[in-house]
């Protein structure tokens, strides 16, 4: 499987941005997937988690509320908006497939990530 991030950038706090990941090398609908982020503090914080269908999401607690994550399953897309953005949310923010249908499960693979900076 092979996923890639983008939509990453520079911007003030309290803005929005979407991130998209894309995934390829397997039937789209068969990946649940996640979003999480890479800070020089911490290597895996989990961000976000869709299941294949896109009926459940969780969310990390520093982001519920502020943070929605989607699926495009006819495009093969998955989303991050992100609003309200804070100068804690900067990060390298990458998606991820889990290896089993739930929030919790190990991820098994990993996209290359996009920089997301807030500035205050």
């Known amino acids: 499987v092979q996923l890639q991030a983008s939509g990453g950038g520079l911007v003030q706090a309290g803005d929005s941005l979407r991130l998209s990941c894309t995934a390829s090398?397997?039937?789209?609908?068969?990946?649940?997937l996640g979003w999480f982020r890479r800070t020089p503090e911490k290597e895996h914080d989990f961000v976000a988690h869709?299941?294949?269908?896109?009926?459940?999401?969780n969310y990390s607690d520093s982001v519920k509320g502020r943070f929605i994550i989607s699926r495009d399953n006819a495009e093969n897309m998955l989303y991050l908006q992100m609003a309200s953005l804070k100068p804690e949310d900067t990060a390298v923010y990458y998606c991820?497939?889990?290896?089993?249908?739930?929030?919790?499960?190990?991820?098994?693979?990993w996209g290359k990530g996009t920089q997301v900076t807030v500035s205050s």
């Open positions: 991820a497939k889990s290896l089993r249908n739930y929030w919790s499960a190990p991820m098994d693979y």
């Open positions: 869709i299941t294949r269908s896109g009926e459940t999401t």
């Open positions: 090398g397997r039937t789209f609908t068969t990946l649940a």
